[in-house]
């Protein structure tokens, strides 16, 4: 199934630009990427989402954990989670070639319930994230997502119905049991998945854990315990990874000042934000941002 992902997402680039880059598509959520390069480190935030290499290799890092996924190879993405990633493996002969599919809750919710015999996961909480191999009917139903793009009219209509397929065989997949953990109303996944929503729309506000514990029902200290697995960072850190990221594009994409852009994301301290800001980066606020608008965009994906 691999070479027919291949030359399905190798036809729809190059009816539409050629040459590398990312490629947006009129799916909503779906785009992917196509180079010849190994890329740096990139940070970006990962949305529920199943994540295929259908050619090279990709690592990304976690907070603590590092993952590494190849050809035949997908990452799946259970909850909203800031991270690095990068290209380790392509070439001019080879392109890395991946592709991100932005999962449906919705959706998945709907075929939870239709199916005769959902699968029922303990209620730890692990990694939101995970490596699984890809193939058989799934990739099946990716590969007629992609060949779907030729026909635009076509859709609305389809787009759905392989959406449900997508979601039935993830659910029902050997990795059934934690991808249904994010959609059970109770599941301590979800309510942090909740409270993470929370956080993540009020990011440049005081942090508050009694106020997301109570969302997720559970007291501060599970709270902190099961949103560190979950994410592989503390909710301080998770909400210091979202104010410094969003900095970041105010002072590259819309040309805010270094200082105005650290009061616009939540910190009361300049220095305190370049401090935080170049251990992150690796860089001071303003250098990275100069240095980022001289220098061609890397893909995102």
Same mark, same amino acid.
């Given at each position: 199934?691999?070479?027919? +992902?291949?030359?399905?997402?190798?036809?729809?680039?190059?009816?539409?630009?050629?040459?590398?880059?990312?490629?947006?598509?009129?799916?909503?959520?779906?785009?992917?990427?196509?180079?010849?390069?190994?890329?740096?480190?990139?940070?970006?935030?990962?949305?529920?989402?199943?994540?295929?290499?259908?050619?090279?290799?990709?690592?990304?890092?976690?907070?603590?954990?590092?993952?590494?996924?190849?050809?035949?190879?997908?990452?799946?993405?259970?909850?909203?989670?800031?991270?690095?990633?990068?290209?380790?493996?392509?070439?001019?002969?080879?392109?890395?070639?991946?592709?991100?599919?932005?999962?449906?809750?919705?959706?998945?919710?709907?075929?939870?319930?239709?199916?005769?015999?959902?699968?029922?996961?303990?209620?730890?909480?692990?990694?939101?994230?995970?490596?699984?191999?890809?193939?058989?009917?799934?990739?099946?139903?990716?590969?007629?997502?992609?060949?779907?793009?030729?026909?635009?009219?076509?859709?609305?209509?389809?787009?759905?119905?392989?959406?449900?397929?997508?979601?039935?065989?993830?659910?029902?997949?050997?990795?059934?049991?934690?991808?249904?953990?994010?959609?059970?109303?109770?599941?301590?996944?979800?309510?942090?998945?909740?409270?993470?929503?929370? +956080?993540?729309?009020?990011?440049?506000?005081?942090?508050?854990?009694?106020?997301?514990?109570?969302?997720?029902?559970?007291?501060?200290?599970?709270?902190?315990?099961?949103?560190?697995? +979950?994410?592989?960072?503390?909710?301080?850190?998770?909400?210091?990874?979202?104010?410094?990221?969003?900095?970041?594009?105010?002072?590259?994409?819309?040309?805010?000042?270094?200082?105005?852009?650290?009061?616009?994301?939540?910190?009361?301290?300049?220095?305190?934000?370049?401090?935080?800001?170049?251990?992150?980066?690796?860089?001071?606020?303003?250098?990275?941002?100069?240095?980022?608008?001289?220098?061609?965009?890397?893909?995102?994906?």
């Amino acid at each position: 199934m691999q070479p027919d +992902l291949i030359a399905a997402l190798n036809a729809y680039a190059d009816a539409n630009g050629g040459g590398e880059g990312v490629f947006e598509t009129p799916i909503p959520g779906f785009g992917f990427m196509r180079t010849a390069h190994e890329t740096l480190p990139k940070h970006i935030v990962y949305r529920p989402s199943l994540c295929i290499v259908a050619q090279g290799e990709k690592q990304v890092i976690f907070g603590e954990a590092l993952m590494t996924y190849r050809e035949g190879q997908a990452l799946i993405v259970n909850v909203e989670i800031p991270a690095v990633g990068r290209v380790t493996k392509a070439s001019r002969e080879k392109p890395m070639i991946g592709l991100v599919l932005e999962l449906d809750g919705g959706i998945m919710r709907t075929v939870m319930e239709d199916l005769d015999h959902p699968p029922v996961p303990n209620d730890d909480v692990g990694l939101g994230a995970f490596v699984a191999d890809f193939g058989g009917a799934l990739a099946d139903c990716v590969v007629r997502l992609v060949r779907l793009l030729a026909t635009p009219t076509a859709i609305p209509v389809l787009y759905p119905t392989i959406m449900r397929e997508i979601s039935f065989w993830l659910l029902t997949g050997p990795h059934g049991d934690d991808v249904s953990k994010v959609v059970r109303p109770s599941s301590r996944t979800r309510r942090i998945s909740e409270a993470i929503q929370i +956080l993540r729309n009020n990011f440049t506000h005081q942090l508050r854990i009694d106020d997301l514990a109570a969302a997720a029902h559970m007291s501060p200290s599970s709270f902190h315990q099961h949103f560190k697995t +979950l994410t592989s960072m503390t909710p301080l850190q998770y909400q210091k990874q979202l104010r410094l990221l969003r900095a970041r594009q105010l002072m590259t994409d819309d040309n805010v000042h270094v200082s105005d852009a650290a009061y616009q994301v939540g910190y009361e301290s300049a220095s305190q934000f370049s401090r935080e800001y170049s251990r992150m980066f690796g860089v001071p606020p303003k250098r990275d941002a100069m240095e980022l608008k001289a220098m061609p965009q890397e893909p995102a994906l």
